[in-house]
T-cell receptor
Framework: NAGVTQTPKFRILKIGQSMTLQCTQD?????MYWYRQDPGMGLKLIYY???????DKGEVPNGYNVSRSTTEDFPLRLELAAPSQTSVYFC????????????FGQGTRLTVV | AQTVTQSQPEMSVQEAETVTLSCTYD???????LFWYKQPPSRQMILVIR??????QNATENRFSVNFQKAAKSFSLKISDSQLGDAAMYFC????????????FGGGTRLMVKP
């Protein structure tokens, strides 16, 4: 029972480079989310998805893109990395019914230099 | 938009003692859910306890309990018999009962447990 799996765990990018953070869940959850956590701060929602083919912006979507072609996968794309995107990124998923908790991946620490 | 505020950036407690972490939130909704998440150094986000706003009874999970004051929009976490393994960042979170199931997090409280 893997839960929510994120790859990679760590990454260093140069300014202007692109990369995709992978997220997959094996719990058949409809809802998936991407959060970023800056040092000493809470998590801020970047994008979320309520099901395959449906995505929407969260609080801090600029500089990111997502897609949801399957229920299991929800990759986060950074097209032109900037130092402001240095953060820890968390993917999460939950059932679509109320009261369900969100299950989180272990996070990806991204540094843009 | 909802906001969640944790006014204590850091707290410390002696092992076996009790500590209370504060959380306030702002919302115009009447139906919602509140959570406390624990984030140890491993970065994993672990659900500690949840509370449904429509329930008057405070949630309890073993050594963890909450004091939910809906009118005051307050949701504090009490940890009894603190253990060294309780040392972590604790995040209070709010989720609307409506569509999206999005969580809004507070800024976190770092809890240190002294042996």
């Amino acid at each position: 029972n893997a839960g929510v799996t994120q790859t990679p765990k760590f990454r260093i990018l140069k300014i202007g480079q692109s990369m995709t953070l992978q997220c997959t869940q094996d719990m058949n959850h409809n809802y998936m989310y991407w959060y970023r956590q800056d040092p000493g701060m809470g998590l801020k929602l970047i994008y979320y998805s309520v099901g395959a083919g449906i995505t929407d912006k969260g609080e801090v979507p600029n500089g990111y893109n997502v897609s949801r072609s399957t229920t299991e996968d929800f990759p986060l794309r950074l097209e032109l990395a900037a130092p402001s995107q240095t953060s820890v990124y968390f993917c999460a998923s939950s059932y679509s019914i109320n009261l369900s908790e969100a299950f989180f991946g272990q996070g990806t620490r991204l540094t843009v230099v | 938009a909802q906001t969640v505020t944790q006014s204590q950036p850091e707290m410390s407690v002696q092992e076996a003692e009790t500590v209370t972490l504060s959380c306030t939130y702002d919302t115009s909704e009447s139906d919602y859910y509140l959570f406390w998440y624990k984030q140890p150094p491993s970065r994993q986000m672990i659900l500690v306890i949840r509370q449904e706003a429509y329930k008057q009874q405070n949630a309890t999970e073993n050594r963890f309990s909450v004091n939910f004051q809906k009118a005051a929009k307050s949701f504090s976490l009490k940890i009894s018999d603190s253990q060294l393994g309780d040392a972590a960042m604790y995040f209070c979170a709010y989720r609307s009962a409506g569509a999206g199931n999005m969580l809004t997090f507070g800024g976190g409280t770092r809890l240190m447990v002294k042996p």
